[in-house]
């Protein structure tokens, strides 16, 4: 499972050998959430993310989609990605 970034105190993750669609995990704080990466919209979630927290991580993942993509493809290849900038 790895960590590529941490938003708002929220682990960004990617889980090795993942069901497709391309997608990435929000964990911390109670809450487990999956993000679509072709929309950016919240699939799922267990526990609650506020609006504004919502928005910024969608903000924060238009602004590195490339390398969310490089990431979810690396993991399905079984390599550890890198850190994706704040």
Request: no cysteine; net charge positive; charged share 25%.
């Given at each position: 499972?790895?960590?590529?970034a941490?938003?708002l105190?929220?682990?960004i993750?990617f889980f ?6 391309p997608h990435f995990?929000v964990r ?5 959430a999956k993000f679509d990466?072709?929309?950016?919209m ?17 903000d924060?993942?238009r602004?590195?989609l ?5 990431a ?5 290849d ?6 994706i900038?704040?």
């Amino acid at each position: 499972m790895p960590t590529v970034a941490w938003i708002l105190g929220y682990a960004i993750v990617f889980f090795f050998e993942d069901h497709a669609p391309p997608h990435f995990h929000v964990r911390g704080k109670g809450v487990e959430a999956k993000f679509d990466l072709a929309e950016l919209m919240l699939v799922e979630i267990k526990g609650q993310l506020r609006p504004a927290e919502i928005r910024a991580i969608r903000d924060w993942a238009r602004r590195h989609l490339p390398a969310l993509y490089r990431a979810w493809n690396m993991v399905q290849d079984g390599e550890t990605p890198p850190r994706i900038g704040g």
